[in-house]
Nanobody
Framework: QVQLVESGGGLVQPGGSLRLSCAASGSIFSIRAMGWFRQAPGKQRELVAS???????MYADSVKGRFTISRDNAKNTVYLQMNSLKPEDTAVYYCTLTALQHYWGQGTQVTVSS
């Protein structure tokens, strides 16, 4: 069983920054990628960013230049540094891990508001 534990969400003003962390534990074999999705109220869940085991990254167009994903392979942890946050970034952010199966974290709320 794989568990993903997220932390770092919260309330921030527009233009501010947050850093999300997600630590994976359990029977983890052959991790292919880790990443972050988000879901805003009334909207579909969307991919925000992902990083493969070799370090290749991809980002949604809406966050390019503002968000940075990174990964500590030794700790099975993935991070999402979010800068220049906008109200439209408000959502529940979910960590994901892709190995032989796909796993989801429980989600962490990010609210960008003045």
């Amino acid at each position: 069983q794989v568990q993903l534990v997220e932390s770092g969400g919260g309330l921030v003003q527009p233009g501010g920054s947050l850093r999300l962390s997600c630590a994976a534990s359990g029977s983890i074999f052959s991790i292919r990628a880790m990443g972050w999705f988000r879901q805003a109220p009334g909207k579909q869940r969307e991919l925000v960013a992902s990083v493969t085991s070799s370090g290749s990254t991809m980002y949604a167009d809406s966050v390019k230049g503002r968000f940075t994903i990174s990964r500590d392979n030794a700790k099975n942890t993935v991070y999402l540094q979010m800068n220049s946050l906008k109200p439209e970034d408000t959502a529940v952010y979910y960590c994901t891990l892709t190995a032989l199966q796909h796993y989801w974290g429980q989600g962490t709320q990010v609210t960008v508001s003045s």
